[in-house]
């Protein structure tokens, strides 16, 4: 009889524990469920940010080494732009389908796929063409090298064109930059590959960076 009366009093005590784990387990499921529904805990409540497609042209150079050193600009625009986690890049080329079908049609004309891209008109007609409201294009706009000092200069200029607007709003970037001294055994284009990628990256910062913008005419 006093081994019953023990057993039914230890049944007794399991019975409330897994009553008092069931209640737990209800209230933070209620909770759990209320933050998702208010929008979920500070540290991972905000809804992603919808990426901007941008169409990013191939740079306009001067000729000479200026044009070996095209790819590496491009390559940084399109990893700072994909850093900002604001814009998704695409690369601008003749073979993007809706450009091909622009061309067979005569809607477009090779000279409108090709550089310069340096014409306002000829970016907002390739905007359209693509579906891609934002245009980033880039410009070495000198590029003087001193074979005797083994010493380069630099000057370009970025722009970020938005098109989805009634009005094209632009930010623009421009800088100058001289290679590092004391380079006499350095080849010139590894002097325009290392000034071309930090001048772009100092360029990119000052467009990615917020500021009002500046409507054209």
Do not use: W
Request: charged residues 20%.
């Amino acid at each position: 009889m006093l081994k019953m009366n023990k057993t039914r009093r230890m049944l007794g005590k399991a019975a409330a524990a897994v009553c008092l784990s069931v209640l737990a387990l209800s209230a933070f499921s209620y909770t759990a469920n209320a933050q998702q529904k208010s929008g979920g805990s500070k540290s991972g409540g905000s809804a992603p940010v919808e990426l901007k497609r941008i169409l990013v042209f191939p740079t306009d150079t001067r000729g000479g080494v200026s044009d070996q050193v095209a790819d590496d600009i491009a390559a940084v625009i399109k990893s700072r732009l994909i850093a900002s986690h604001l814009y998704e890049p695409l690369s601008f080329l003749s073979s993007i389908p809706t450009v091909k079908v622009g061309l067979t049609e005569q809607t477009l004309v090779q000279t409108d796929v090709r550089k310069p891209f340096d014409s306002d008109t000829k970016l907002k007609k390739l905007s359209s063409v693509t579906g891609y409201q934002y245009v980033i294009v880039s410009t070495v706009d000198d590029y003087q090298y001193d074979s005797n000092a083994n010493e380069l200069n630099i000057v370009m200029s970025v722009r970020l064109i938005d098109y989805s607007g009634a009005k094209a709003v632009v930010r623009t970037a421009a800088q100058s930059a001289t290679s590092p001294k004391n380079t006499a055994n350095v080849p010139e284009l590894k002097l325009a590959t290392d000034l071309v990628r930090s001048l772009t990256d100092k360029l990119m910062t000052s467009i990615l960076t917020p500021k009002p913008p500046t409507p054209t005419k």
